[in-house]
């Protein structure tokens, strides 16, 4: 255990971490302001932001050497006897000085920056710049320039950190953005022709610490400090990326990434980026309905909640087989409550899980984890970045359900065969697919074989339209649940949005029709409940997982690495964090306390 010493005060480092300043200082709970750094890229030193003063105290003698010069923090290692120096006025004159130079040619913008509310440049403005510049030149004006169908550089803004430049060298090596020019005429820029084009691509938008580099599907469409942030997971694919899912009035604006070193790093793919909008999909059911005469007619939920359970108890009650379709898309509270529901009403009901949806093969980003990174101070190695091609969030967690309840898992083609046979007379289907299930012959034929059917969706599929019964479930981003991802690994996922109007989220349709009473049922409760139940869930006793998720160990498959050394908590900017928690409260003031010249 190293022991370091910051602002005259020891402090001992936690065994077998390798920390940079900046990381060390964190721990410690000193802030050191960056902009250049970041935990998954090279180290390159380039704003000078981070110096502080450095020295080394000798083990023996007790001296202290300090270097005469400042230091960049971010390529400083932590080491036994390190001296930090963070607060001086040494220190915080640079500050003052590198803050008034990378002002120089910044626009007024703010008013209008998208940045505005997350912004590095306008939080370490007010708690390490000066109100004045005695810039009088004229300044350098760079038009606006879109470096990509999706993304909008506004190159006046830039401070030319070159974050944007390292993650398409290094994570995607696509390469596609450049600095051009040298001095003052430096700038980032694309080759004509060779857009930003690569599957990570928005990740750029998140890794610029000013309203450089921006998302246009997002421009212009919320201010950050409007949007409430939910710790949410992605269910377009099986890597189960951690997300934030910013949510104003009842609607989803953007999903941005959240850092889990153990699956998606501080990255998510552009496709799951923009899976929010399924949740504002204006198509989205919003009423249940029964069929009555022939015809579908719109329902309150709890009616037709009551018909599809006074019906699937009659089908049981004369000894008629009942069939249940649980789709990857459910949560595993949502699965277990389905299946128990059923099981208890029909010991002979059949459970199958749904269909899932694949499309094209796993693409991997193997970051290059050496070129460029000699001598790096940053010490955590970037993971490589899967999207799968499977498109479901929780096949592997359907099916550790469906085997507990079913000995095995009985596929949907199988029970779509043995349904179209006419071997059950009802069947309940679910889904809550973003792309529906089902074109209408198929559909047809799934429901030509039973007498009674209950679909459970969001949106109006071909299969809802033949339903006898049709239940308005909810979306990913209304529901809490948990997820078992490609890997393993169970992670927990918050509602961003309340029900829709006429809705229900999945898990209060099947409490009501398990008749628990009581009010809203509660993810966390029910995931303690199976994971008392079922062996394989018994990681997630209590109901409450780590903050990285827990692998299961019977699915898991090589996850069970450790967390990376120097990441051993989330990473955020501090610009990018709510200011609760950067510690400005209305009226109070900053905490280091801005400064005029
Ligand atoms: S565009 Fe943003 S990320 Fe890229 S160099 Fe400029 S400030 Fe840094
Ligand atoms: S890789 Fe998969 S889970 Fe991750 S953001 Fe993309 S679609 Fe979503
Ligand atoms: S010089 Fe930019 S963060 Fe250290």
Same mark, same amino acid.
């Given at each position: 255990?190293?022991?370091?010493?910051?602002?005259?005060?020891?402090?001992?480092?936690?065994?077998?971490?390798?920390?940079?300043?900046?990381?060390?200082?964190?721990?410690?709970?000193?802030?050191?302001?960056?902009?250049?750094?970041?935990?998954?890229?090279?180290?390159?030193?380039?704003?000078?932001?981070?110096?502080?003063?450095?020295?080394?105290?000798?083990?023996?003698?007790?001296?202290?050497?300090?270097?005469?010069?400042?230091?960049?923090?971010?390529?400083?290692?932590?080491?036994?006897?390190?001296?930090? #120096?963070? =607060?001086? *006025?040494?220190?915080?004159?640079? %500050?003052?000085?590198?803050? !008034? @130079?990378?002002?120089? +040619? $910044?626009?007024?913008?703010?008013? #209008?920056? =998208?940045? *505005?509310?997350?912004?590095?440049? %306008?939080?370490?403005?007010? !708690? @390490?710049?000066?109100? +004045? $510049?005695?810039?009088?030149?004229?300044?350098?004006?760079?038009?606006?320039?879109?470096?990509?169908?999706?993304?909008?550089?506004?190159?006046?803004?830039?401070?030319?950190?070159?974050?944007?430049?390292?993650?398409?060298?290094?994570?995607?090596?696509?390469?596609?953005?450049?600095?051009?020019?040298?001095?003052?005429?430096?700038?980032?820029?694309?080759?004509?022709?060779?857009?930003?084009?690569?599957?990570?691509?928005?990740?750029?938008?998140?890794?610029?610490?000013?309203?450089?580099?921006?998302?246009?599907?997002?421009?212009?469409?919320?201010?950050?400090?409007?949007?409430?942030?939910?710790?949410?997971?992605?269910?377009?694919?099986?890597?189960?990326?951690?997300?934030?899912?910013?949510?104003?009035?009842?609607?989803?604006?953007?999903?941005?990434?959240?850092?889990?070193?153990?699956?998606?790093?501080?990255?998510?793919?552009?496709?799951?980026?923009?899976?929010?909008?399924?949740?504002?999909?204006?198509?989205?059911?919003?009423?249940?309905?029964?069929?009555?005469?022939?015809?579908?007619?719109?329902?309150?939920?709890?009616?037709?909640?009551?018909?599809?359970?006074?019906?699937?108890?009659?089908?049981?009650?004369?000894?008629?087989?009942?069939?249940?379709?649980?789709?990857?898309?459910?949560?595993?509270?949502?699965?277990?409550?389905?299946?128990?529901?059923?099981?208890?009403?029909?010991?002979?009901?059949?459970?199958?899980?749904?269909?899932?949806?694949?499309?094209?093969?796993?693409?991997?980003?193997?970051?290059?984890?050496?070129?460029?990174?000699?001598?790096?101070?940053?010490?955590?190695?970037?993971?490589?970045?899967?999207?799968?091609?499977?498109?479901?969030?929780?096949?592997?967690?359907?099916?550790?359900?469906?085997?507990?309840?079913?000995?095995?898992?009985?596929?949907?083609?199988?029970?779509?065969?043995?349904?179209?046979?006419?071997?059950?007379?009802?069947?309940?289907?679910?889904?809550?697919?973003?792309?529906?299930?089902?074109?209408?012959?198929?559909?047809?034929?799934?429901?030509?074989?039973?007498?009674?059917?209950?679909?459970?969706?969001?949106?109006?599929?071909?299969?809802?339209?033949?339903?006898?019964?049709?239940?308005?479930?909810?979306?990913?981003?209304?529901?809490?649940?948990?997820?078992?991802?490609?890997?393993?690994?169970?992670?927990?996922?918050?509602?961003?949005?309340?029900?829709?109007?006429?809705?229900?989220?999945?898990?209060?349709?099947?409490?009501?029709?398990?008749?628990?009473?009581?009010?809203?049922?509660?993810?966390?409760?029910?995931?303690?409940?199976?994971?008392?139940?079922?062996?394989?869930?018994?990681?997630?006793?209590?109901?409450?997982?780590?903050?990285?998720?827990?692998?299961?160990?019977?699915?898991?498959?090589?996850?069970?690495?450790?967390?990376?050394?120097?990441?051993?908590?989330?990473?955020?900017?501090?610009?990018?964090?709510?200011?609760?928690?950067?510690?400005?409260?209305?009226?109070?003031?900053?905490?280091?306390?801005?400064?005029?010249?």
């Amino acid at each position: 255990m190293a022991t370091i010493i910051i602002n005259g005060q020891d402090h001992t480092l936690p065994e077998g971490e390798k920390l940079n300043a900046i990381q060390a200082a964190k721990l410690a709970g000193v802030d050191i302001p960056y902009y250049c750094w970041h935990p998954a890229l090279s180290v390159v030193a380039n704003c000078r932001m981070c110096e502080i003063e450095v020295g080394q105290k000798d083990a023996k003698s007790g001296e202290i050497k300090m270097v005469p010069k400042l230091v960049p923090a971010c390529q400083t290692p932590a080491k036994e006897g390190t001296v930090l #120096v963070t =607060d001086s *006025a040494k220190v915080k004159e640079n %500050q003052r000085m590198v803050m !008034e @130079y990378l002002l120089i +040619n $910044h626009p007024l913008d703010c008013p #209008v920056c =998208d940045q *505005a509310g997350m912004c590095g440049l %306008q939080d370490y403005s007010y !708690e @390490y710049g000066q109100s +004045n $510049h005695r810039f009088v030149e004229e300044r350098t004006v760079n038009p606006k320039k879109d470096v990509s169908e999706a993304i909008q550089l506004n190159q006046d803004r830039c401070i030319m950190c070159t974050r944007c430049v390292r993650f398409t060298r290094e994570i995607t090596q696509t390469g596609e953005l450049q600095v051009m020019s040298r001095g003052s005429h430096a700038e980032i820029n694309v080759f004509p022709g060779h857009p930003v084009d690569n599957p990570l691509a928005g990740n750029v938008v998140d890794l610029c610490p000013v309203g450089a580099l921006l998302d246009k599907d997002f421009l212009h469409k919320q201010r950050a400090w409007f949007l409430s942030k939910h710790d949410a997971i992605c269910t377009r694919c099986s890597t189960g990326c951690n997300v934030k899912a910013e949510e104003n009035r009842g609607q989803l604006w953007r999903f941005t990434p959240r850092h889990n070193p153990l699956v998606n790093d501080y990255w998510i793919c552009d496709e799951g980026r923009a899976s929010y909008k399924a949740a504002n999909d204006p198509g989205l059911l919003t009423s249940s309905y029964a069929r009555k005469g022939g015809e579908l007619g719109s329902v309150p939920i709890d009616q037709a909640l009551a018909l599809a359970s006074q019906e699937l108890t009659s089908v049981a009650r004369e000894g008629g087989k009942i069939a249940a379709v649980l789709s990857p898309f459910l949560t595993v509270e949502e699965a277990y409550l389905l299946a128990s529901y059923l099981k208890e009403l029909s010991p002979d009901a059949v459970l199958a899980i749904g269909p899932v949806p694949t499309s094209g093969q796993d693409v991997t980003f193997t970051p290059d984890q050496t070129k460029g990174r000699t001598g790096d101070t940053s010490f955590v190695v970037p993971r490589p970045f899967t999207i799968h091609a499977e498109k479901c969030p929780n096949r592997r967690g359907v099916e550790a359900i469906l085997e507990h309840f079913e000995g095995s898992v009985i596929s949907f083609e199988t029970l779509s065969r043995r349904a179209s046979g006419g071997e059950f007379r009802a069947l309940y289907f679910t889904s809550d697919a973003i792309d529906p299930w089902g074109a209408e012959a198929e559909a047809k034929a799934l429901r030509s074989g039973v007498k009674f059917l209950v679909v459970q969706d969001t949106l109006v599929t071909p299969l809802a339209q033949l339903a006898d019964v049709v239940l308005a479930g909810g979306t990913f981003a209304e529901k809490a649940g948990s997820y078992v991802n490609a890997d393993g690994r169970l992670q927990y996922a918050e509602a961003a949005l309340p029900p829709r109007d006429g809705s229900l989220p999945d898990l209060d349709i099947f409490a009501v029709l398990m008749g628990r009473a009581g009010g809203p049922v509660r993810s966390r409760e029910v995931l303690a409940e199976l994971a008392g139940v079922i062996p394989a869930f018994g990681a997630a006793d209590g109901g409450v997982l780590p903050e990285f998720g827990v692998v299961l160990t019977e699915l898991g498959e090589g996850a069970r690495e450790p967390v990376p050394a120097g990441s051993g908590g989330r990473f955020d900017d501090p610009w990018q964090l709510p200011r609760y928690l950067k510690g400005d409260r209305p009226g109070e003031p900053s905490p280091k306390g801005g400064q005029d010249a």
